[in-house]
C-alpha cells in the first residue's frame, strides 16, 4: 500500500458568541486543519490537526511533511516515525504538532483496513471510560462555582479548574469550589504555567488542603529543574510533559529525573497515536500514570479516545468545557453517557465527520 495524494484543508471556525462565552485567549475559536492521506488501493485516512490561530499559517507547515509521506506506506508506522525524525533533523524543524495528524490518518487507514477500530488493533483495555471537563479561564469566582456544580450535577467524573493565574485569586477560587462540590467530588488544577516556582509551592501546599486529585503545569514543562523541586516538595501529584518536543523520548527523561508524578501527552501535538501509546508504555513500566490531554475539537479527540482505550494506566478521558463548542466537524457527536464516554462502532478512528461543515469553513485546500 502506498500513499498517493495528501490532502489538507484549512478550516476557519471563528464563532463570536462562542469566544465571549468560553473566555478564550487570543480573541479567536482556535482553527482547524483536516488532513486526509489517500492511497493506491482506494482507502483514505483523515485526522484532525492542530489549527491556532490561522490554520491557513498552520497548514504551510503540514505541508512541509507531503513531500515524506508520498509513496510511503501507511503501515510502516513504526518506520516512519523513526526515518522522519532524520528527516526532519536535516532541513526542517517543523513544530510539535505538525507529525501527529499524519500519523493518526495512518492508523485511520490501517484500521480501516482490518474493519476494526484502532483499540481493538492495538489491544483493549477498556470498553468505556470516566470523563472529566476542564474549564476556559473564567474572570470570578462566581463563574467558576456555577460551572463545576453544573458538572457534578450532569454526571461527570470529575472538573479541571483552569483558573485566571493570580494566585491569590486562584486560591479563592479553589477553595470556593471545593466548599461548593463538597469533599468527594475530584477536583483539579491546571493554571498552565503561570507561577513562579514559590507561587506554585504555595499553591500546591493549599490544594493538597483541599484534596484536590493533581496540580497540572504549574510551571513550564521544560524547566525540568523546578518541576522536580516541586514534585519532591509536595504530596499532590504533579502533571506535567504535555508541551515537550522529542515526544516519548524527551519524556523519559522528566521521568528518570522524577520531575513528574504524572505524564500528560495526546495524539495531536505529542506525535500521534504511536508516540501516545510509547509514552503511556514508557510511563507504566515507571508506575506512572499517563493522563491524555484534550485536543480541543471532538473528531481530534476520537484519536485520543483510540488510545485511553488501549492503555492500562490512564484513568480519565478529557474534555473541553462547555462541550459544545468544541464539536464541529463531526455529524455523529461523541456518545457521552452517565459521565462516559464510549467508542464510536466503526473501523479505524470510527469518525463520522460532517463534510458539509468542513467544506463551508475551508479558507484554503492543499492536494499534493
Same mark, same amino acid.
Given at each position: 500500500m502506498?500513499?498517493? /495524494?495528501?490532502?489538507? #484543508?484549512? +478550516?476557519?471556525?471563528?464563532d463570536?458568541?462562542a469566544?465571549? #462565552?468560553v473566555?478564550?485567549?487570543g ?15 482506494g ?15 498552520t497548514?504551510?507547515?503540514?505541508? &512541509?511533511l ?6 510511503r506506506d ?6 516512519n ?7 526532519? #533533523? ?15 490518518? +495512518?492508523? /485511520? ?15 483493549r ?8 471537563v476542564?474549564?476556559? %479561564?473564567?474572570?470570578?469566582?462566581? *463563574?467558576?462555582?456555577a &460551572? ?6 450532569a ?5 479541571k ?10 486560591l *479563592?477560587? +479553589?477553595?470556593?469550589?471545593?466548599d461548593?462540590?463538597?469533599?468527594d ?11 513562579? %516556582?514559590?507561587?506554585?509551592?504555595r499553591?500546591?501546599?493549599h490544594?493538597?488542603e ?8 504549574? =510551571?513550564y ?11 519532591d ?12 518536543? $522529542?515526544?516519548? &523520548? ?7 529525573? #522524577? ?6 501527552? /495526546? ?7 504511536t508516540?501516545?501509546?510509547k509514552?503511556?508504555h514508557?510511563a ?6 499517563c ?10 479527540e476520537?484519536?485520543? =479516545?483510540? +488510545? ?9 478521558? *478529557?474534555l473541553? @468545557?462547555?462541550?459544545? &463548542?468544541?464539536?464541529? $466537524?463531526?455529524?455523529t ?8 464516554? @464510549?467508542?464510536?462502532?466503526?473501523p479505524?478512528?470510527?469518525?463520522d ?14 492536494t499534493?
Amino acid at each position: 500500500m502506498k500513499i498517493i /495524494d495528501v490532502e489538507i #484543508r484549512a +478550516c476557519s471556525v471563528a464563532d463570536a458568541e462562542a469566544i465571549e #462565552r468560553v473566555n478564550l485567549h487570543g480573541g479567536h475559536m482556535p482553527d482547524v486543519t483536516v488532513i486526509t492521506l489517500h492511497t493506491d488501493e482506494g482507502i483514505s485516512g483523515t485526522s484532525f490537526g492542530f489549527g491556532g490561530l490561522d490554520a491557513r499559517a498552520t497548514s504551510m507547515m503540514f505541508q &512541509q511533511l507531503v513531500p515524506f509521506f508520498l509513496g510511503r506506506d501507511p503501515l510502516a508506522r513504526e518506520k516512519n516515525a523513526r526515518e522522519f525524525r532524520r528527516f526532519d #533533523r536535516s532541513w526542517n524543524h517543523v513544530p510539535i504538532w505538525a507529525y501527529g495528524p499524519f500519523d493518526n490518518a +495512518c492508523w /485511520d487507514i490501517a484500521g480501516k483496513r482490518a474493519a476494526m477500530p484502532i483499540f481493538d488493533l492495538v489491544g483493549r483495555s477498556a470498553e468505556r471510560a470516566p470523563v472529566y471537563v476542564s474549564s476556559m %479561564f473564567m474572570g470570578t469566582t462566581e *463563574e467558576y462555582v456555577a &460551572q463545576a456544580l453544573e458538572v457534578k450535577g450532569a454526571g461527570f467524573k470529575a472538573y479541571k479548574l483552569h483558573p485566571p493565574g493570580n494566585m491569590q485569586q486562584d486560591l *479563592e477560587i +479553589c477553595t470556593a469550589v471545593r466548599d461548593a462540590v463538597g469533599p468527594d467530588f475530584r477536583l483539579m488544577s491546571d493554571p498552565v504555567a503561570v507561577y513562579t %516556582f514559590d507561587e506554585a509551592l504555595r499553591m500546591g501546599r493549599h490544594l493538597e488542603e483541599l484534596n484536590f486529585y493533581w496540580f497540572e503545569e504549574p =510551571l513550564y514543562d521544560y524547566d525540568m529543574a523546578s518541576l522536580a523541586k516541586l514534585s519532591d516538595a509536595l504530596d499532590i501529584p504533579i502533571a506535567g510533559t504535555e508541551t515537550l518536543i $522529542g515526544q516519548h &523520548q524527551l519524556t523519559a527523561q522528566y521521568v528518570a529525573a #522524577r520531575a513528574v508524578d504524572i505524564v500528560r501527552t /495526546d495524539a495531536s501535538w505529542r506525535g500521534g497515536i504511536t508516540s501516545v501509546l510509547k509514552t503511556a508504555h514508557l510511563a507504566e513500566s515507571f508506575g506512572l500514570q499517563c493522563e491524555i490531554h484534550t485536543t480541543i475539537y471532538h473528531p481530534l479527540e476520537l484519536a485520543n =479516545l483510540q +488510545c485511553v482505550l488501549s492503555i492500562s494506566n490512564s484513568e480519565y478521558f *478529557e474534555l473541553l @468545557y462547555p462541550m459544545d &463548542q468544541f464539536s464541529f $466537524g463531526l455529524k455523529t457527536p461523541l456518545d457521552i453517557r452517565d459521565g462516559y464516554i @464510549y467508542p464510536p462502532a466503526g473501523p479505524g478512528l470510527g469518525a463520522d465527520y460532517d463534510w458539509d461543515a468542513i467544506d463551508n469553513a475551508t479558507v484554503a485546500h492543499f492536494t499534493s
